[in-house]
């Protein structure tokens, strides 16, 4: 009898723990199922309406809170400008023309501001391709780099620059304090006018240059001191190749000034003066600081790829060729800073018509024609499209109300002064022609 109790006890045992194991299952299969998503018949039902209702929505709609609402057409792209793109077309690239941060650019701390995006930050061992952060590969040998480097490491957008707008910048050193102090606000504000009136398109929609000259002087109008003009040692009386010699500009601005050192004339008598690379970046201007405008224009129009004859060309209208003279009347000059803007047919100079003068079109009618005279040199006519004595016989001395002496037909004559009867080539817009790259000069390298 115990033996048997003891065996029937056993079965119990056995028997309970068999259905603790069928409870943990069945609440194992209950956490599976809701896992896997299986839910009870209401929800089911729900679900199967809100897709019969999806599927009533046209292409063009989603299903939002129950019913078929126009899906929100995408945003366009953005457009981002390449670092190095020059959409003014002024030689400086949009990097240079635009702060390095935007006020209004703002990433998280999952990001960081890569050449104006926002882009991830990639984690030890992981590096940003495409937009995405993937597995950095094995290291290879290092090529040298064939892309173009920037050597104007500092952005001239805080200097005024404008990507959508003309930028020249140009920095004035001197021989001499006395000569800084001399500088005229006057002939800087001309010459920054005749920029601004250019007539050149921009992206912007606005005509002109804007010219930014760093000359280490506050005038009225505006500052001149952009930070950087300094004073160089090049003697006493410095000459055209000490004054080039010992201007320099510092490394922040390679590649995106011009730079003018400004030297004394030392007395010579002969008024101001000049020397420039022809597309280049420097300039060599003689003046004692009351007027220099029209040569440091001259100048920089060399610099911008503008050449000229010498001594003179009658069938050019330009600061390039001589010192612009305009009058509305005849009487008396004004001079102006201006590089031409019309064009010019070429002077034979062994057909010349003195009833023609330069065929040139209304808008020259203000200025005053320079042309070499035997024994008299170079003498003004006015009116600019009106007719010119060409062989000079003309008297010297004309009194008021009388007229030069217009010869019918054609004569020969020598009006540029080379001492020679050619061909004076034709003439057109200069300000349509400028380099502002200056052969290479101002930009990337």
């Known amino acids: ?75 366009p792209p953005v457009p981002r400008p390449d670092p190095l793109s020059d959409a003014d077309g002024d030689g400086l690239p949009y990097r240079w023309e635009t702060a390095a941060t935007s006020p209004r650019q703002r990433c998280t701390s999952k990001q960081r501001l890569r050449n ?41 957008a805080p200097l005024g ?69 300094a004073i160089f040692d090049a003697g006493p009386c410095p000459n055209l190749s000490a004054t080039f010699n010992a201007v320099e500009l510092p490394e922040s601005r390679i590649g995106a000034f011009h730079i003018a050192g400004f030297s004394p004339t030392c007395g010579g008598g002969g008024g101001e003066g000049g020397a420039a690379t022809l597309h280049g970046t420097e300039m060599a201007v003689f003046t004692e600081g009351a007027s220099f405008a029209h040569v440091l224009m001259h100048e920089l129009g060399h610099n911008l790829g503008l050449d000229h004859p010498f001594p003179g060309q009658p069938n050019r209208i330009s600061t390039m060729n001589t010192r612009l003279a305009v009058s ?11 590089f031409q803007r019309f064009s010019i047919p070429a002077l034979d100079e062994n057909n010349l018509s003195e009833g023609a003068g330069i065929s040139a079109p209304p808008e020259a009618h203000r200025f005053y024609i320079q042309h070499f005279c035997e024994g008299q040199g170079f003498v003004a006519a006015w009116p600019g499209d009106g007719p010119i004595d060409w062989n000079c016989n003309s008297p010297e001395i004309l009194l008021p109300g009388e007229s030069p002496t217009i010869d019918p037909g054609t004569v020969t ?32 390298r």
């Open 328 to 338: 509305n009347d005849g009487n008396g000059a004004a001079e102006v800073l201006d």
């Open 161 to 229: 620059a404008d990507p959508n707008h003309k930028d020249i910048f140009v920095q004035i050193n001197y021989a001499s304090e006395a000569l800084r102090q001399n500088a005229a606000c006057s002939e800087l504000d001309a010459i920054v006018a005749a920029f601004a009136n250019a007539p050149v398109a921009n992206p912007d929609g606005a005509t002109g240059v804007n010219l930014h000259i760093d000359a280490g002087v506050s005038c009225p109008s505006r500052s001149y001191n952009l930070g950087g003009s």
């Open 116 to 156: 104006g995006r926002c882009v991830p930050r990639c984690k030890k061992g992981r590096k940003l391709k495409r937009g995405k952060c993937v597995k950095k590969k094995k290291p290879a040998k290092r090529r040298r780099a064939t892309a173009r480097v920037s050597i104007a490491p500092a952005s001239v």
């Open 1 to 75: 009898m115990t033996i048997l109790g003891a065996g029937a006890a056993s079965k119990t045992s056995h028997f309970r723990l068999t259905r603790a194991r069928a409870c943990t299952l069945a609440l194992t299969l209950a956490v599976v199922a809701a896992g896997f998503g299986v839910m009870p018949t209401e929800g089911r039902a729900a679900d199967a309406a809100s897709a019969a209702k999806k599927k009533h929505c046209k292409k063009t709609q989603r299903l939002r809170k129950g019913k078929c609402v126009r899906k929100p057409k995408p945003k």
């Open 413 to 444: 004559a020598d009006v540029d002064g080379d001492g020679q009867l050619t061909v004076l080539p034709a003439t057109g817009n200069e300000w349509l022609a400028l380099d502002y790259a200056s052969g290479g000069g101002i930009g990337p």
